[in-house]
């Protein structure tokens, strides 16, 4: 039977679902950067251990991007706007990383992955704010030389602190010269191809904790898994064809300014 003091959690889990679905979508981001704060300030209420609790945000969170990927990636593909010879040119390196950033933070103290995320995750919005999107390093698609160690290391840190593949992905895809729109598009294929491997080594994960929440698999919370996922397959779409009217740039630097508080407030709370 439902418990109505959880209504305000659910809640939350659904808007949260539809903004991520709507970012994912409109600027490729597979929506992690914004879920794993929100999860966070879910779980700690919920009672689960702080050793533990951080683990369990981007467990759930990569979960999430799985099936966000996926309707992101056809919606896109719908309009043709997908690069599949660079998915299936990257795809090996970022499966590989992800699932050595899964073991990289199954075993880190939930304090040092938060210190992680919160480090990186400022770097990404002053990155989102301030960088340059015509910056060129060239007008084609690199070779192996540059692609493997890079959509490996980029493999492993997104799967580490629970994000898509668009916050590397994106920049990467047009500083060598792809329309913003098609490395949005793209980048919402890395994220599949990131989260799926890493989802995986997640849910196979053994804690041995108490305070884990209700109906928790591995380290993936299957109510907030679901409640999220059923927003965002009806956002995602939305968000994809709002990409090709809206100012995505405008967009992403409103939303950098929300990333970089939210990150601060992270580091804040894993130092202090």
């Given at each position: ?94 499966a590989a990383g992800a699932i050595l950033g899964v073991l990289t933070a199954t075993s ?35 070779g192996p030389r540059v692609y493997v160690p890079y959509s490996g290391t980029m493999g ?95 967009l992403r630097q409103v939303f950098a300014l929300f990333i970089i508080l939210a990150a ?9």
């Amino acid at each position: 039977m439902f418990d109505p003091s959880l209504l305000p959690i659910l809640l939350i889990l659904l808007a949260t679902g539809a903004f991520a679905g709507l970012l994912s979508g409109l600027l490729g981001i597979g929506g992690g950067i914004f879920l794993v704060p929100v999860l966070l300030f879910i779980f700690r209420g919920l009672g689960v251990s702080d050793t533990i609790v951080m683990q369990l945000c981007v467990g759930t969170s990569t979960a999430t991007i799985v099936a966000t990927s996926i309707r992101s990636v056809w919606a896109h593909h719908r309009r043709g706007a997908v690069e599949v010879a660079i998915l299936r040119a990257w795809a090996p390196w970022l499966a590989a990383g992800a699932i050595l950033g899964v073991l990289t933070a199954t075993s880190l103290k939930s304090d040092t992955l938060m210190l992680i995320f919160g480090g990186l995750a400022t770097l990404m919005g002053i990155y989102m704010l301030a960088g340059n999107p015509d910056w060129r390093l060239g007008n084609e698609h690199p070779g192996p030389r540059v692609y493997v160690p890079y959509s490996g290391t980029m493999g492993f840190v997104c799967a580490m602190i629970g994000i898509g593949g668009g916050t590397f992905g994106v920049p990467a895809l047009t500083a060598y010269g792809t329309p913003i729109n098609r490395a949005i598009a793209t980048s919402a294929g890395f994220g599949l191809l990131i989260s799926l491997p890493a989802s995986v080594t997640y849910l196979l994960a053994s804690p041995k904790d108490l305070t884990l929440p209700p109906f928790t698999m591995g380290l993936v919370s299957l109510p907030a898994f679901i409640a999220i996922t059923a927003m965002t397959f009806l956002t995602v779409p939305i968000g994809a064809r709002l990409t090709h009217v809206l100012p995505t740039g405008r967009l992403r630097q409103v939303f950098a300014l929300f990333i970089i508080l939210a990150a601060m407030n992270m580091l804040r709370k894993a130092l202090f």
